[in-house]
């Protein structure tokens, strides 16, 4: 079951995008600058974040294509034992739900960090 391990831990690694980059443009978007300067003041290591957030995201982007190709790869089966098969198809069920809702995370951290300074600019709002 290492692909769960993987699968929590690629959860937190994406939640690292959205916490570091997505957050912050957000409250700060809807004029909550005050909240934001609390927050990084209360939690520094959210600076060190959003100025390595190229490596967080290379970082978590990583961890989820390996999370994905472990849980959706060829060949996986679950053990012949009813009790185990039972327990191996529940697992997968949850780690699915927990890989795809880690890609949401990264996806919305992503479009906000690089994406929505863009197309604000491009479309002239």
């Known amino acids: 079951m290492k692909e769960s391990g993987l699968t ?6 994406s ?14 978007t809807l004029g909550l600058g005050a909240a934001v300067a609390s927050i990084t003041s209360a939690f520094p290591f959210l600076v060190t974040l959003s100025q390595h957030k190229i490596w967080v ?3 978590s982007g990583l961890m989820l294509i390996l999370s994905g190709w ?19 198809s529940r ?7 927990v890989f ?11 479009f906000a960090a690089y994406l ?3 197309l604000r600019v491009w479309l002239g709002f």
Do not use: D, K
């Open 8 to 13: 929590w831990l690629t959860l937190f690694a």
């Open 57 to 59: 995201f290379i970082f």
């Open 116 to 118: 929505a300074l863009p």
């Open 91 to 97: 697992t997968q069920i949850w780690n699915r739900r």
């Open 70 to 88: 472990l849980m959706y790869r060829p060949g996986r089966t679950c053990p012949a034992n009813t009790e185990l098969a039972e327990m191996c």
């Open 15 to 28: 939640s690292g995008t959205l916490v570091c980059c997505a957050l912050p443009i957000i409250l700060v």
């Open 100 to 110: 795809w809702v880690s890609v949401a995370i990264w996806s919305t951290g992503f």
